[in-house]
């Protein structure tokens, strides 16, 4: 019992440590801003004339931003109740894979098709809880598409 306590304790002082961002690099054209990285609304980014940007919410929302000389804010507003897991596990898919082997990771094991995966929900919940993180990442590349965010480019 106590050691529930104390888990639930430490979980309440460091669980707002991790707030997750409000949008995800889905795509930059400038090498400078690599896919994966986290932006909040309000945030400047140094975005240069003739380059774009496309960022997604963990909602699913793609937005595109084209640069200017002064760079570029990313728009809406801060997101109050926003979704630290789902982020971090869409975050975890749009970024390259990791090279090499990874220890853990399932082989052999059922994992339901790329086009069974059509909602931002169920992708994350494919590599949340069933280790098919190659296909949750085909399924969100697919969904991406789909979306109409341009292909990837760096």
Same mark, same amino acid.
């Given at each position: 019992?106590? !050691? ?9 002082? %460091? ?18 801003? !690599?896919?994966?990285?986290?932006? *909040? ?36 507003? !801060?997101?109050?109740?926003? *979704?630290?897991?789902? %982020? =971090? ?13 990874? %220890? ?10 790329? =086009? ?24 969100? =590349?697919?969904?991406?598409? !789909? ?8």
């Amino acid at each position: 019992m106590r !050691k529930t306590i104390l888990g639930l304790a430490l979980s309440l002082a %460091f669980g707002g440590a991790a707030l997750a961002s409000d949008y995800i690099v889905v795509n930059s054209t400038d090498p400078s801003i !690599k896919r994966g990285q986290a932006y *909040d609304a309000g945030t400047k980014v140094p975005l240069g004339a003739g380059q774009s940007v496309t960022l997604m919410r963990a909602s699913g929302e793609i937005t595109t931003l084209r640069g200017a000389a002064a760079g570029v804010t990313v728009p809406g507003a !801060k997101l109050a109740s926003a *979704d630290t897991a789902r %982020f =971090e596990t869409l975050r975890a898919l749009v970024q390259p894979p990791p090279e090499g082997r990874t %220890f853990g990771a399932r082989r052999g094991g059922i994992c339901p098709a790329v =086009e069974a995966l059509v909602t931002l929900d169920d992708i994350v919940q494919v590599a949340e809880t069933s280790g098919c993180k190659t296909v949750a990442r085909a399924a969100l =590349e697919a969904y991406l598409a !789909k979306t109409g965010a341009p292909p990837q480019t760096n």
